[in-house]
């Protein structure tokens, strides 16, 4: 309906000779997105974020229209996401997101009030702050149920990954790869792969000729690190998905690789930075918890309030933290040994699960807090240092491999999202 493509006006009720035909424009529409839209004020606020980081990193960037085409695609792609999430009743609640801001200002060293100013000197308002990573945690969500189910790593993978590292001696390098994608559509023509061809041949020469990486990436790049300027983060070679890895190999910092061709389009990489990982232990602790998931019927302060009691009656030692586990935890792995989980790396669990265990003491226990699977006590028991075993290298591969394999797949996701989605950029 081309209602919908109509700038949002109100009226300006003023007094005296103003009053006639006075107009005010509110916000307007710059992409219609299936259900949803995308205001242009979501445009420009994405865009002044990006230009704030630059600053403060002392980063060029492309020109005000370049920034809001990629800004633009940035929220097609959220939206699709997020009307994903609406559609899979996909919710974070006000106490989970609460518990991730409490994580990052603990993460910074800061109080959450000191937390809170920071967010406001840098961003303005705290309450945008919030909702903007309530939907970040939203998208990574639906990422994360929507890309592991096609994911299946046998067992003859991992053994056959871990010979060849063997053979070849494991390396410990770790790269920061940045990337630019010149991307193809889905059924791309005979014109289209040459045009994009042309384009991936012109951006490898303006880098070759000194232009800033990061800065042409945002510029050129259709891949969904554009407005990071193509920053993929630190990645064992392992990691990287195949057609990377087997061209990043043997390189140098500041290389140039590619255009890589694949069924996204023409792939162009460089080095930022190599580092070099040697761990020769790793920690273990063995703990317990108790789970407790809010529903319909048990709201979140009721399931946390449950859990608070507990934790006061366990310390003043009225009860017994393996029957209370066994009778209310609906962990069904752990419930039945009393909430036992045994002994485990802590980076096996999810990150507030994870950073939990790491602060307590020995035979501490938790105050409640808040994960993607409900409500939670632990307590350590024991804690460990391992030697490096066979099947701490057969659990390092398969992570390697499923970083590999998520990393391609959510290209894929993203992709496949997009052009099954009804799309219009407003003018």
């Given at each position: 309906?081309r209602?919908?493509?109509c700038?949002?006006l109100?009226?300006?009720?003023?007094s005296?000779?103003q009053?006639?035909?006075a107009?005010?424009?509110?916000d307007?529409i710059?992409?219609i997105?299936?259900?949803?839209?995308?205001?242009?004020?979501?445009v420009?606020?994405v865009?002044?974020?990006?230009k704030?980081?630059?600053?403060?990193?002392g980063?060029?960037?492309?020109?005000?229209?370049?920034l809001?085409?990629?800004a633009?695609?940035?929220l097609i792609?959220t939206?699709?996401q997020?009307?994903?999430?609406n559609?899979m009743?996909l919710?974070?609640s006000?106490?989970?997101?609460?518990?991730?801001i409490?994580?990052i200002?603990?993460?910074e060293g800061?109080?959450l009030?000191?937390?809170?100013?920071?967010?406001?000197?840098?961003e303005?308002?705290?309450?945008?702050?919030?909702?903007?990573?309530r939907?970040?945690?939203t998208?990574?969500?639906?990422m994360r149920n929507?890309?592991?189910?096609?994911?299946y790593?046998?067992?003859?993978?991992v053994e056959?990954l871990?010979?060849v590292?063997?053979?070849?001696?494991?390396t410990?390098?770790?790269?920061n790869i940045g990337h630019?994608?010149?991307?193809?559509p889905?059924?791309?023509?005979?014109?289209?792969i040459e045009?994009a061809?042309?384009q991936?041949?012109?951006v490898?020469?303006l880098?070759?000729?000194?232009?800033?990486?990061?800065q042409q990436?945002?510029?050129?790049s259709s891949?969904?690190r554009?407005l990071?300027?193509?920053?993929?983060?630190?990645m064992?070679?392992?990691?990287m998905?195949?057609?990377?890895?087997?061209?990043?190999r043997?390189?140098r910092?500041?290389d140039?690789?590619g255009?890589?061709?694949?069924?996204?389009?023409?792939h162009?990489?460089?080095?930022?930075?190599?580092r070099g990982?040697?761990?020769?232990?790793i920690?273990?602790?063995k703990?317990?918890h108790?789970?407790i998931?809010?529903s319909?019927?048990?709201?979140e302060?009721?399931a946390r309030?449950?859990?608070?009691?507990?934790?006061?009656?366990?310390r003043n030692?009225?009860?017994s933290f393996?029957d209370f586990a066994?009778?209310?935890s609906?962990d069904?792995?752990?419930?039945?040994?009393?909430?036992?989980?045994?002994?485990?790396?802590?980076d096996?669990?999810?990150p507030?699960?994870?950073?939990?265990?790491?602060?307590?003491?020995?035979?501490?226990?938790s105050e409640?807090?808040?994960?993607e699977h409900?409500?939670h006590?632990?307590?350590?028991?024991?804690?460990?240092?391992v030697?490096?075993t066979?099947?701490r290298?057969r659990?390092?591969?398969?992570?390697?491999?499923?970083n590999?394999?998520?990393?391609?797949?959510?290209t894929?996701?993203?992709?496949?999202?997009r052009?099954?989605?009804?799309i219009?950029?407003l003018?």
């Open positions: 309906m209602l919908l493509s700038i949002v109100v009226g300006c009720l003023l005296g000779p009053s006639h035909g107009e005010r424009e509110i307007r710059a992409a997105v299936d259900s949803g839209v995308v205001l242009e004020s979501e420009r606020e865009v002044d974020r990006v704030r980081n630059a600053a403060s990193q980063q060029g960037l492309p020109s005000d229209q370049v809001r085409v990629q633009l695609e940035r792609q939206s699709l997020m009307q994903m999430a559609r009743g919710q974070i006000d106490a989970q997101l609460d518990q991730t409490q994580r200002a603990a993460g800061m109080s009030d000191q937390f809170r100013v920071q967010v406001e000197q840098e303005g308002s705290y309450q945008q702050f919030r909702e903007r990573l939907e970040e945690i998208t990574n969500e639906v929507a890309v592991q189910r096609r994911i790593i046998s067992p003859q993978e056959s871990l010979r590292m063997q053979e070849q001696g494991a410990s390098e770790q790269y630019i994608l010149i991307g193809l889905n059924q791309a023509s005979t014109d289209d045009q061809r042309r991936a041949d012109r490898l020469e880098l070759r000729e000194g232009t800033d990486f990061r990436a945002i510029t050129s891949g969904s554009a990071e300027g193509g920053d993929m983060g630190w064992n070679i392992n990691e998905p195949t057609l990377f890895a087997e061209a990043i043997g390189k910092r500041g140039m690789i255009p890589l061709r694949s069924g996204a389009g023409f162009i990489l460089t080095i930022f930075d190599i990982e040697n761990v020769a232990e920690e273990e602790v703990s317990r108790v789970l998931r809010p319909i019927i048990l709201s302060e009721r309030d449950r859990l608070a009691r507990f934790v006061t009656d366990f030692g009225n009860v393996a066994r009778e209310h609906e069904p792995g752990s419930r039945n040994n009393g909430g036992d989980l045994g002994w485990a790396e802590p096996i669990f999810v507030e699960f994870r950073d939990t265990l790491r602060s307590l003491d020995l035979n501490e226990i409640p807090f808040r994960t409900g409500w006590v632990v307590q350590v028991l024991e804690r460990r240092s030697d490096a066979a099947d290298q659990e390092q591969i398969y992570r390697m491999i499923f590999r394999r998520f990393s391609e797949e959510s894929t996701f993203l992709r496949e999202l052009d099954e989605a009804y219009e950029v003018d």
